[in-house]
């Protein structure tokens, strides 16, 4: 039955191996990793699709180097209240769970839209079909291309507060070119934390790859993670980035990828060409390729090659 | 909840829309919404009186910068200093403030702000109506069977026992996430909060654990609260600015994080909060951290003030959890925190 659900939950609707970088922890270097094993993979003649699903803070494509295109804007929908088909009964306002509309006896619906999450129940509870479709942009998806890399990013608009939603119109979008453009692998750089854009984010991987660093904090998280992970029937490998930091603990970080049934595939040394790439805009392996951080990047594309492209 | 209803109605009655006039005050408007949804619920009983005393939240828009270290090390010589602070941690998804600090927390309170469908499978006739009216699809429909839920996407809007005709299905509160408590070796208390994994609902949980912050603080007598935000500007992060007096906002010298910058800028000018920022690693790059600061100038009118070293302190501060000031006091990064602490002694 769980399974059943989580085989429901991962379905997709185009037929191509979809990998996510994750990590719990911000600033581990989920982008970082996203981006370069995006850009490796193109090197080796693969058409990838790099998906930027961190809608609140998007910087893919800043640290790919790309300026893209808008090419969708994401609509919610909104209560239109036909003030003149109303009967000011309160249902609408009763099956707002938001507390988004407000009913005051002998008054039309107040809308509060800041608090509407776009359910629609307001609408289906109306008996005299008063109430119809509205919407208001919530985001934006864009598209950029680079060599064999095409990216697709979301964005949610500043003031908004729906970034699951954009993180699903985002995925939607990156499905639907991933099927017409006939990509061989989709990365999809998820958003820090554990909560539903997250949630939406890893949906429908085959593999997550969990970025973090040597430090009690990116142990702790690693852990939460890594239990979301197994939950949505995902499995999930780990990175450690800055693997020899100072006052790194390598041994708690494996001691949790143990106790999670996951482990560490790759350690990213800390290296001044990582950080140099990243503030230019370069993905490393192109613009460094001999550095150490570079080179055990690639030896992890080699080894999700095999895992994945089989 | 009536007398709470009472309150909202009037308050959402004076004047004419003032709330689309004054972003801030709408806000405050739905802090309170939530206040007294969650009261509704029964897991915060919490009375609306704005407590008087300073929020100062911490936040950057970009994950990773040093938002929790920031704080944890600001806390400790706010404390010294002789000023009574609670300290908050409202990243739900990763609470870290507390490993910084070295502190356990008693995670004794579940908050119940997720709400999900349920469905009575004696009830219904499998007629798969609630299935279409699901925006989210979080409802399965399966041949012959009564549609099954995917609680990983159900948001509990409802829409579902809106439109079945049997009346098959109720929303029911669901635990999820949890209030702690911890009191730091360095005299201060702290209320963190933590999101049970699979759940959704970081915005309400972070409501409930500042609500709980703000009694902490007041049983405590504090002169301020001191919020270590998540990173994003999506809810979380707008319920864990909502009332604060000021917010730090803490970024390093990349353009990927000036990028996330002006995006939180852009959400805290349309909350009316003040904000100050501080350029964290900023000798990773002069040359860039010139420029975050000339364009936070011009486009934002803000002067920033604080620059922090990047040191090895700090990431072996991390390794003991004993926050940086602590650890070694007469470091550069220490240095540049102290500086840090009298500017927000000054500001609250």
């Known amino acids: ?310 | 909840m009536a007398y709470g209803t009472t309150i909202a109605l009037s308050l959402a009655l004076s004047g004419d829309n003032v709330f689309f006039k004054h972003p801030r005050k709408a806000y405050e408007y739905i802090f309170f919404i939530s206040l007294v949804k969650s009261s509704e619920r029964g897991t915060e009983s919490v009375a609306w009186n704005r407590v008087p005393l300073k929020e100062v939240a911490v936040v950057s828009g970009k994950g990773g910068v040093g938002k929790s270290s920031v704080t944890a090390s600001l806390a400790v010589l706010l404390s010294k200093a002789g000023v009574r602070v609670t300290a908050i941690d409202s990243d739900v998804d990763a609470p870290n403030l507390s490993i910084i600090l070295g502190t356990d927390i008693s995670y004794l309170t579940e908050v119940q702000a997720s709400e999900k469908a349920s469905i009575d499978r004696a009830k219904c006739d499998r007629c798969g109506i609630c299935v279409s009216a699901c925006k989210v699809d979080a409802l399965l429909g399966v041949e012959g069977e009564s549609p099954r839920l995917i609680p990983f996407l159900c948001e509990g809007c409802g829409a579902c026992a809106v439109v079945c005709p049997r009346s098959a299905i109720t929303i029911k509160r669901v635990t999820s996430g949890r209030i702690g408590y911890g009191q730091t070796a360095y005299g201060f208390p702290i209320v963190s909060g933590q999101l049970d994994m699979g759940e959704s609902s970081s915005g309400h949980i972070v409501t409930a654990v500042k609500a709980r912050g703000r009694i902490v603080a007041q049983d405590s007598a504090s002169d301020v609260v001191l919020v270590d935000g998540p990173p994003g500007i999506g809810c979380p992060v707008i319920a864990s600015v909502a009332g604060a007096d000021y917010a730090l906002v803490v970024t390093e010298p990349t353009p990927a994080a000036r990028n996330s910058l002006d995006r939180m800028l852009t959400v805290l000018a349309h909350f009316k909060i003040p904000a100050s920022v501080v350029v964290n690693r900023f000798d990773l790059d002069l040359e860039y951290t010139r420029k975050v600061e000339d364009h936070v100038q011009a486009k934002w009118s803000i002067w920033v003030a604080h620059e922090i070293p990047s040191d090895e302190s700090v990431p072996l501060s991390l390794s003991k959890r004993i926050p940086v000031v602590e650890f070694q006091p007469d470091c550069d990064a220490s240095k540049a925190l102290r500086v840090l602490s009298d500017h927000v002694m000054g500001a609250i």
């Open chain 1, 1 to 310: 039955m769980i399974s059943d659900i989580t085989s429901v939950f991962n379905r997709k609707t185009v037929d191509v191996p979809v990998m996510a970088v994750t990590g719990g922890k911000g600033g581990t270097g989920k982008t970082t990793v996203a981006v370069n094993l995006a850009a490796a993979l193109g090197m080796k003649g693969y058409r990838v699709l790099l998906v930027d699903a961190d809608v609140d803070s998007p910087t893919a494509a800043i640290v790919l180097g790309v300026r893209p295109q808008l090419i969708q804007q994401v609509e919610a929908f909104v209560p239109t209240i036909v003030e003149a088909e109303c009967g000011e009964c309160g249902k609408c306002a009763e099956a707002c769970r938001a507390h988004a509309l407000i009913q005051i006896p002998g008054r039309k619906p107040m809308f509060f839209d800041d608090l509407c999450s776009g359910c629609e129940a307001c609408r289906l509870a109306c008996p005299l079909r008063a109430i119809e479709r509205g919407s208001k942009v919530i985001g934006f998806v864009h598209r950029a291309v680079r060599d064999n890399v095409s990216y697709i990013g979301g964005e949610l608009k500043p003031n908004e507060t729906r970034s699951a939603q954009v993180v699903a119109a985002t995925k939607d979008a990156a499905f639907s070119y991933a099927g017409r453009d006939s990509c061989d692998v989709m990365i999809v750089d998820t958003p820090p934390g554990t909560h539903c854009n997250v949630v939406h984010s890893l949906r429908a991987a085959d593999l997550a790859l969990a970025v973090t660093e040597p430090t009690p904090l990116g142990t702790y998280d690693l852990s939460l993670i890594l239990k979301l992970a197994s939950i949505l029937g995902i499995p999930c490998k780990v990175v450690v980035n800055r693997a020899d930091m100072p006052g790194h603990d390598n041994d708690a970080v494996a001691d949790v990828a143990r106790s999670s049934k996951s482990e560490v595939i790759a350690d990213i040394p800390v290296d001044r060409a990582l950080f140099e790439s990243y503030s230019a805009g370069e993905p490393l392996v192109t613009a460094h390729p001999d550095s150490l951080a570079a080179r055990s990047i690639m030896k992890l594309t080699e080894l999700l090659i095999q895992q994945l492209m089989r």
